[in-house]
Antibody, heavy 121, light 113 residues
């Protein structure tokens, strides 16, 4: 049974760095890709980036300069780090298993429950 | 970036009725090499994460009821629910995977009268 679960701080100060963890079970990170997707309150979905099964990454160009995605395959964990947070980064952050063709992300078939992050002083 | 436009933004229907919602892309999502449309549909119920309903524009994900039907090609796509049930109350999103970055529509909120 595939499961993904996000964790991290609920509150981050403006200009600080956000660190989130996605812990997966029921799948191997060496043969599956995982994306981060966020959703501001009451708004739509934004794809942030993906870590491929080979450990490579691709990011949304809109936030690429602030974002880093990494993983620890031994712990079945994927990490998101985003710096210089602003109030507009307040959102629910999801990780999701990404169906892909090598180097091309397609769609998301398993999602975590999400973690709400509020950027505020 | 490919812009995905969904209409209507919300609609209310009675249980048992048929409902259709539209998703239009700013460029074609049809890849001529394999004749596939790079489009997915998701359902997000209140307080939940999105759930994959349809991929390749018309392929139903395993376990999704057959009342959910995806259709369309190129830039114009439709999600039809043939007979709406009370549990279909949700926001429905389309998503393109033809180009980086992957982008979503703004959603259609389905309300049950």
């Amino acid at each position: 049974q595939v499961q993904l679960k996000e964790s991290g701080p609920g509150l981050v100060q403006p200009s600080q760095t956000l660190s989130l963890t996605c812990t997966v079970s029921g799948l191997s990170l060496t043969s599956n890709s995982v994306s981060w997707i966020r959703q501001p309150p009451g708004k739509g979905l934004e794809w942030m980036g993906v870590i491929w099964s080979n450990g490579g990454t691709d990011y949304n160009s809109a936030i690429k300069s602030r974002l880093s995605i990494s993983r620890d395959t031994s712990k079945s964990q994927v990490f998101l780090k985003m710096n210089s947070l602003q109030t507009e980064d307040t959102a629910m952050y999801f990780c999701a298993r990404t169906i892909d063709y090598p180097g091309i992300p397609y769609y998301f078939d398993y999602w975590g429950q999400g973690v709400m992050v509020t950027v505020s002083s | 970036d490919i812009v995905m436009t969904q209409t209507p933004s919300s609609q209310a229907v009675s249980a048992g009725e048929k409902v259709t919602m539209s998703c239009k892309s700013s460029q074609s999502l049809l890849y001529n090499e394999n004749k596939k449309n790079y489009l997915a549909w998701y359902q997000q119920k209140p307080g939940q994460s999105p759930k994959l309903l349809i991929y390749w524009a018309s392929t139903r994900e395993s376990g999704v009821p057959d009342r959910f039907i995806g259709s369309g090609s190129g830039t114009d796509f439709t999600l039809t629910i043939s007979s709406v049930q009370a549990e279909d109350l949700a926001v429905y999103y389309c998503q393109q995977y033809y180009n980086f970055p992957l982008t979503f529509g703004s959603g259609t909120k389905l309300e049950i009268k």
